[in-house]
Nanobody, 129 residues
Framework: QVHLVESGGDSVQPGGSLRLSCAIS?????????AGWFRQAPGKEREEVAAIVVVKRGRGGTYYADSVKGRFSISQDKDENTLNLQLNNLKPEDTAVYYC??????????????????WGQGTQVIVSS
């Protein structure tokens, strides 16, 4: 079982920065772990933002949606208990509720909602002048 709690959402002006964090609590460890961020703007479907895949004795990686490449950066603390998302050069279209999601079994590609088994309650990001 995995429990996720997001924090860090706020209201900022265009061009500003924010750092979102997701506290990860796991009852067991696994050889595969994927943690990512999705977002949902009002009236729109939830969309992928970025993800980290950690595979013991295998290849993992970090992944980004085209819309955030070069502006957002995903990272995980060394203890793997916190997932971070650094948001730079924010734009009004980045306004959304940001959700932390995770999977401890390989079920599909990082950008698919169905690949994830756990998610948090979300944190609101508002970008407005």
């Amino acid at each position: 079982q995995v429990h996720l709690v997001e924090s860090g959402g706020d209201s900022v002006q265009p061009g500003g920065s924010l750092r979102l964090s997701c506290a990860i609590s796991r009852s067991t460890t696994s050889s595969y772990f994927m943690a990512g961020w999705f977002r949902q703007a009002p009236g729109k479907e939830r969309e992928e933002v970025a993800a980290i895949v950690v595979v013991k004795r295998g290849r993992g990686g970090t992944y980004y949606a085209d819309s955030v490449k070069g502006r957002f950066s995903i990272s995980q603390d060394k203890d793997e208990n916190t997932l971070n998302l650094q948001l730079n050069n924010l734009k009004p279209e980045d306004t959304a509720v940001y959700y932390c999601e995770a999977a401890d079994q390989a079920r599909g590609a990082w950008y698919l909602q169905g690949s994830y088994m756990y998610w948090g309650q979300g944190t609101q990001v508002i970008v407005s002048s």
